[in-house]
């Protein structure tokens, strides 16, 4: 039996499981540090590869002035005007200018006859080779804009002296160009941030807006819940209180009717078909006066006393009991079982009851002519109890409410909703389950009740 004891208990479980749903989220702080993260992970990368792009395009204007200083040194063959002549073709002022190296000469010679002196260059020259970055220091030396310089060099024969030639060219457009791309990286990752974390926040603000509601959602849930728990400990405790009620208003006149049916036992005129109607109230009144004792026992909250019974020996019980309903209603019950169904423990008269309410549910539920059958079946380690009928049938909202206290789906008057409700308590006092469904196949109902398969050891 459900007692108003056993209810706080269940709640505080419910509402300890509910905020387990906030834990799986990603907490926004983390979600926040890694989408910083990979930002400057992707910034650094797109730096790197643009300084390895810069520098590979120095290389190539470098490759290209080697080139040019190549094409012009043969023109030394004439002589230096000749040369000159050549370079003031090819030189661009404050860009471009190209320089020579007279065999022995310590400075540079330029295309106008100037004499200049850059030590990078010369030890460049010295070293044998083909090109070579200049700072700024050294750029401005050589009378070019003090930005960074690439340097061209080769060397030509003439006759047995060795000339060297230096083409040396300012990389300020090739710089420029460098610091345009940068500030264009830097722009391209600042709006790309911008735009991430700008979504990122407007996700994580949905995000805690989903876990407030989803926090808020459960804690309605727990509250209705914890309502519905509290609204049928309530009707059980209502229940029980009613029945321990009825229980013992019915058993003084109980008493009376089998002391009366005793005295006419013991009258010598009555004649043999009296003496077995007078047995018979005496039998039915000994039985109800047990399974008053079982529910107020029930209701008490004491140890069951079990026995080891045969599932048959319960139908048969509960056939007997509502022979005659079935006959007046013009119903027919049909029975079938399996062979050697393994017994079950129970009360026998509180599990003849339960039977008992089934069968008259399904009879009340049937018309004239209906069918009503009676399954035991062996399902594993349980004993299946079947009742079904084709009777009118139920709705998926009454089966989800029908174990319910005071909820009956029979007319005023002729249902008081506790049947059911004191069938499943007594089940749930045995160890099993009983559910109530309607039928997919065909019309009608199905009720059914499973019991745990006994052994001696389940004697209790």
Not at 206 to 231: G, N, P, T, Y
Request: hydrophobic letters at 45%; proline letters at 4%.
């Amino acid at each position: 039996m459900v007692t108003l004891a056993a209810v706080p208990s269940r709640l505080r479980s419910t509402e300890r499981r509910a905020p387990s749903a906030s834990v799986r989220n990603v907490r926004p702080l983390s979600l926040l540090l890694w989408m910083v993260l990979a930002i400057g992970a992707v910034a650094v990368f797109a730096y790197w590869g643009e300084r390895r792009e810069f520098a590979a395009a120095l290389r190539d204007f470098g490759a290209e002035q080697t080139t040019l200083a190549r094409a012009v040194a043969p023109t030394l063959e004439g002589g230096l005007a000749p040369f000159q002549a050549a370079a003031r073709a090819i030189e661009r002022p404050g860009l471009v200018r190209v320089l020579v190296q007279g065999p022995g000469a310590p400075g540079l010679m330029t295309s106008d006859g100037k004499q200049l002196r850059s030590p990078a260059l010369e030890r460049g020259l010295a070293e044998g080779r083909d090109w070579l970055r200049l700072s700024r220091a050294d750029a401005a030396q050589l009378e070019l804009p003090a930005r960074t310089a690439m340097v061209g060099i080769t060397h030509f024969d003439v006759g047995a002296r060795r000339w060297g030639v230096a083409v040396v060219a300012s990389a300020q457009r090739e710089r420029d160009r460098e610091w345009v791309a940068q500030w264009r990286l830097v722009l391209s990752v600042v709006v790309a941030s911008g735009l991430v974390l700008g979504f990122g926040g407007l996700a994580l603000r949905d995000q805690r807006k989903q876990m407030l509601l989803a926090k808020e959602l459960a804690v309605a849930a727990v509250q209705s819940e914890r309502d519905e728990r509290l609204v049928r400990a309530d009707k059980l405790a209502t229940m029980g209180a009613l029945a321990t009620g009825i229980a013992h208003e019915v058993s003084t006149p109980l008493g009376v009717i089998v002391g009366r049916a005793e005295q006419l036992l013991l009258r010598p005129d009555a004649d043999e078909r009296s003496r077995r109607a007078v047995q018979a109230i005496v039998e039915q009144a000994e039985r109800i006066s047990g399974i008053v004792r079982g529910f107020l026992s029930l209701a008490r909250g004491d140890s069951p006393v079990m026995q080891l019974v045969l599932p048959s020996a319960l139908a048969e019980v509960a056939a007997d009991l509502v022979g005659h309903r079935f006959a007046k209603a013009n119903v027919q019950l049909s029975a079938s079982l399996e062979p050697g169904l393994p017994k079950v423990a129970c009360e026998p008269r509180l599990m003849e009851q339960v039977l008992v309410n089934l069968l008259l549910n399904a009879c009340d539920a049937c018309q004239s002519g209906g069918q009503v059958e009676l399954r035991l079946l062996a399902e594993g380690s349980r004993v299946a109890f079947v009742v079904t009928d084709d009777g009118s049938g139920i709705s998926s909202d009454a089966a989800a409410r029908i174990l319910d206290p005071f909820f009956t789906t029979k007319p005023v008057g002729e249902g008081s909703g506790l049947g059911l409700a004191i069938t499943s308590e007594l089940v749930k006092h045995h160890r099993g389950t009983l559910s109530v469904v309607a039928r997919t196949a065909e019309r009608g109902t199905c009720a059914r009740v499973e019991l745990p398969a006994a052994t001696e050891a389940s004697r209790g």
